[in-house]
Every structure is written in C-alpha cells, then in structure tokens.
C-alpha cells in the first residue's frame, strides 16, 4: 500500500530563515510520481512540483528547492529566504499504479514577520 | 478560463438531511475525484471516477454516493447515513490519471453541520 508521512505538523520561521519540510514515502511501486502542492488561507490546493521515480535530479525554482533521495524514500522541500506569503499547509503526495493520489496529512508553515 | 467550479462555498446540514455539493470542471478531464479534509488529517479520497458512467470507492466512501452522467460534472451527496459530516471538501480532475499527471483542485466547500 502506498503511504506518505510527514512527521512535522507545524513549523514556525521567522521571516528570512530558511526551512525544510520532510516527507517520506511509501510504495513498493518501481514506477512512482511526487507531488507537494500549498495550501493558503483560502483553501484551493496549488500545484507545486510533480516528480517521477526515475528522476532522481533536485530541483530549484526561485526560492523553493526539492531533494529527492530514493535511497531514503524521502522527497524534502526548502524553501530558502521564507517570506509571509509562504505560510501556508504544505502536502506531500504519491501516485502509483492505478491508485489516485495519496497525501500526507501536511505541514502548516507559519512564517513571522 | 478553464478550471474546477466547486459550489456552494458554504453549506449547511439539519440532522438526517442529504446535501449535494457540486463539482463541474471545464478542462476535458477523464478522471474526477472527491476528498475530505479534516483538521490535522490531511485530505482523504471519498469516491473517483476514471471515465463516464463508472466510479470507485476510496478510503472514506461510507455515507457518501455520487454519480457520472456528464464527463464534465461529478456531484457528491452526503448523506444522512454519515454522522459526521463537518470537514471541508474538495474536488479535483485529472486528464490521465495512469501517468502520474497533476491534480486540479477546485476552491472546496466548507460543510457544517447545524
């Protein structure tokens, strides 16, 4: 069965720090895809990055940074320099085979001015 | 624009009421889906739906029907049969759903219980 943790249910930053937030996944799937979406105070889920299991490079967009790690099941997301605008509930996600999306039950970053 | 139409944002249920939160998404997506999100839980797949006229259980789906006349619409009904009913919804499409492809999630429906 597949599984997503993510063990940190609140972080607070104060503005400019840097965080990460964990995730680590279960599947016994050789074919896998990883999602993070953010979910701000308004409730919409927004998509973050998707990557597949073959893929192992990290990724960097502007401030946000992603550490995939097979090795360890681990999927972490960064985000460097935090601003307010970053507070939200971030989820960590898995798909495989032909099961939908599963989530993790997410991190809710609080960023202080 | 194209996207995911949840309505109404808010709704509210007497005891022993059905209610029907409404799903329409304009993207020509296959698959649809419906989750629940409680505080601290994370989101919990209720029912999806892969092609027209066919859908599947999740993990949550006792108390809960839906249907797929239309490839575009996917409604959910609570119903009386679920006793705990508060959370907020949110329903989602995707145009393949084998291949790993993204979620689209609309704005949710936050349900409250009178």
């Known amino acids: 069965a597949q599984k997503v943790t993510q063990a940190q249910t609140e972080i607070s930053v104060v503005e400019k720090e840097d965080v990460t937030l964990d995730c680590v996944y279960e599947?016994?799937?050789?074919?896998?895809?990883l999602f993070w979406y953010k979910q701000p105070p308004s409730g919409e889920l927004v998509f973050l990055i998707r990557r597949n299991s073959f893929d192992e490079q990290n990724e960097i967009s502007g401030r946000y940074s992603w550490n995939f790690q097979k090795s360890t099941s681990s999927f972490n997301f960064t985000i460097t320099a935090s601003q307010v605008v970053d507070s939200a509930v971030y989820f960590c996600?898995?798909?495989?085979?032909?099961?939908?999306?599963?989530f993790g039950k997410g991190t809710r970053l609080s960023v202080i001015a | 624009d194209g996207g995911i139409t949840q309505s109404p944002k808010y709704l509210f249920r007497k005891e022993g009421q059905n209610v029907t939160l409404s799903c329409e998404q304009n993207l020509n997506h296959d698959a649809m889906y419906w989750y629940r999100q409680d505080p601290g839980q994370g989101l919990r797949l209720i029912y999806y739906?892969?092609?027209?006229?066919?859908?599947q259980k999740g993990d949550i789906a006792e108390g809960y029907s839906v249907s797929r006349e239309k490839k575009e619409s996917f409604p959910l009904t609570v119903t009386s049969a679920q006793k705990n009913p508060t959370a907020f919804y949110l329903c989602?499409?995707?145009?393949?759903?084998?291949?790993?492809?993204?979620?689209?999630f609309g704005s949710g429906t936050q349900l409250s219980v009178l």
């Open positions: 989602a499409s995707n145009g393949n759903p084998n291949n790993g492809e993204k979620l689209f």
């Open positions: 739906s892969q092609i027209v006229n066919d859908f």
């Open positions: 996600a898995l798909v495989s085979g032909n099961t939908p999306l599963v």
């Open positions: 599947t016994r799937d050789t074919t896998y895809y």
